[in-house]
């Protein structure tokens, strides 16, 4: 692991069995397959892929959410460096503190029956980081302030809330613990356009000021463009292209990239039209194509595709593409 990475994901793979019966016949589901990635510490690392690609298990399995099947996931801080497969109790606890997901719904993932202040003390009094009532209230106030909440919302209850408001009560809920790697999975995908400019700015200014490394997970390569630093793209369970942000928007070499990229809508009335429209719908994972995983909806495909699997290479410093024709 390099001395700046902040997680390393080995090989990592998550398998669900599914269907059958006491005579057999069920299937594997492979959710994630063979991925390696390194996340930078301090860095907005952006996964970005259809619904269906595995991106939100991925997150879940380096949270430790999801179960690790195969391969490994490392956790490094200045403090602790965890093989987050093996965690012990009290290594699983501390890990708990350190990472944190901000969910992907903020009007159902906020309980309607706690005030905004419960809602946001509840994991430091359940983590028991805070000794007294009035020790909870004061990082509940510090956090809301950062999360540029108003005081006085705490006493109200989440239905008075707009979507917005709701998101920046679920990101403060995230944040007291002062976590230091964060998933935000499709955290703005619910919100208004100008409401999602709004929570992506909050989460840029709260990463440098808490120092905090994200996993932000998007569906729509688009919010990601202005917010990460890093892009890694996925297709049916497995990475196909990862690049620092601005060269994989400049210069993608991927297909599938090429495709979710030109389906951003653009304002040069000259390139209107020109999207390439992906055919089809991403195939199940429990029934993957052969050869390159991609080859049932890639426009340039040829009968190599189908069956060889490309090779995973680089193109340039961490700009990695798997593809026969990436050159
Ligand atoms: Fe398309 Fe073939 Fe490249 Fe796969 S290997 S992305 S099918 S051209």
Request: aromatic share 6%; hydrophobic share 40%; net charge positive.
């Given at each position: 692991?390099?001395?700046?990475?902040?997680?390393?994901?080995?090989?990592?793979?998550?398998?669900y069995?599914?269907?059958?019966?006491?005579?057999?016949?069920?299937?594997?589901?492979?959710?994630?397959?063979?991925i390696?990635?390194?996340?930078?510490r301090?860095?907005?690392?952006?996964?970005?892929?259809?619904?269906?690609s595995?991106?939100?298990?991925?997150?879940?399995?380096?949270?430790?959410?999801?179960?690790?099947?195969?391969?490994?996931?490392?956790?490094?801080?200045?403090?602790?460096?965890?093989?987050v497969?093996?965690?012990?109790?009290?290594?699983?606890?501390?890990?708990r503190?350190?990472?944190?997901?901000?969910?992907?719904?903020?009007?159902?993932?906020?309980?309607?029956?706690?005030?905004?202040?419960d809602?946001?003390?509840?994991?430091?009094?359940?983590?028991?980081?805070?000794?007294t009532?009035?020790?909870?209230?004061e990082?509940?106030?510090?956090?809301?302030?950062?999360?540029?909440?108003?005081?006085?919302?705490?006493?109200?209850?989440?239905?008075?809330?707009?979507?917005?408001?709701?998101?920046?009560?679920?990101?403060?809920?995230?944040?007291?613990?002062?976590?230091?790697?964060?998933?935000?999975?499709?955290?703005?995908?619910?919100?208004?356009?100008?409401?999602?400019?709004?929570?992506?700015?909050?989460?840029?200014?709260?990463?440098?000021?808490?120092?905090?490394?994200?996993?932000?997970?998007?569906h729509?390569?688009s919010?990601?463009?202005?917010?990460?630093?890093?892009?890694?793209?996925?297709?049916l369970?497995?990475?196909?292209?990862?690049?620092?942000?601005r060269?994989?928007?400049?210069?993608?070499k991927h297909?599938?990239?090429?495709?979710?990229?030109?389906?951003?809508?653009?304002?040069?009335?000259d390139?209107?039209?020109?999207?390439q429209?992906?055919?089809?719908?991403?195939?199940?994972?429990?029934?993957?194509?052969?050869?390159?995983?991609?080859?049932?909806?890639?426009?340039?495909?040829?009968?190599?595709?189908?069956?060889?699997?490309?090779?995973?290479?680089?193109?340039?410093?961490?700009?990695?593409?798997?593809c026969?024709?990436?050159?």
């Amino acid at each position: 692991m390099t001395a700046q990475s902040h997680i390393q994901v080995n090989r990592l793979s998550v398998h669900y069995g599914v269907g059958g019966s006491l005579f057999g016949g069920g299937g594997v589901l492979k959710a994630v397959d063979d991925i390696s990635l390194e996340i930078p510490r301090g860095s907005f690392f952006g996964l970005v892929g259809e619904s269906g690609s595995g991106k939100t298990t991925l997150g879940r399995a380096i949270l430790k959410a999801a179960p690790i099947s195969e391969g490994e996931v490392r956790y490094v801080d200045e403090e602790v460096d965890y093989d987050v497969g093996r965690l012990g109790k009290k290594e699983l606890k501390d890990y708990r503190k350190r990472t944190q997901l901000i969910f992907q719904d903020p009007y159902a993932a906020l309980s309607p029956r706690m005030t905004v202040r419960d809602i946001i003390a509840e994991p430091l009094e359940v983590m028991k980081l805070t000794k007294t009532r009035a020790e909870t209230d004061e990082r509940v106030r510090e956090i809301a302030a950062k999360c540029r909440l108003n005081l006085e919302h705490l006493r109200r209850f989440p239905h008075a809330f707009s979507g917005g408001q709701r998101q920046r009560i679920s990101i403060a809920r995230a944040l007291v613990c002062q976590p230091k790697f964060l998933v935000a999975d499709e955290s703005v995908a619910a919100l208004d356009v100008s409401i999602q400019a709004d929570i992506l700015n909050l989460l840029k200014s709260l990463q440098k000021d808490m120092d905090i490394t994200f996993l932000f997970i998007s569906h729509d390569l688009s919010v990601v463009a202005h917010t990460c630093d890093y892009v890694a793209v996925m297709y049916l369970g497995a990475i196909v292209e990862m690049a620092p942000s601005r060269r994989l928007f400049t210069a993608p070499k991927h297909p599938y990239t090429k495709a979710l990229l030109s389906a951003i809508p653009s304002l040069d009335p000259d390139d209107r039209g020109r999207a390439q429209k992906l055919e089809g719908e991403i195939p199940s994972p429990l029934n993957k194509p052969s050869g390159c995983r991609f080859h049932t909806r890639c426009p340039i495909a040829t009968a190599r595709c189908a069956a060889e699997t490309p090779e995973w290479k680089a193109h340039a410093p961490g700009h990695f593409a798997a593809c026969h024709f990436a050159e």
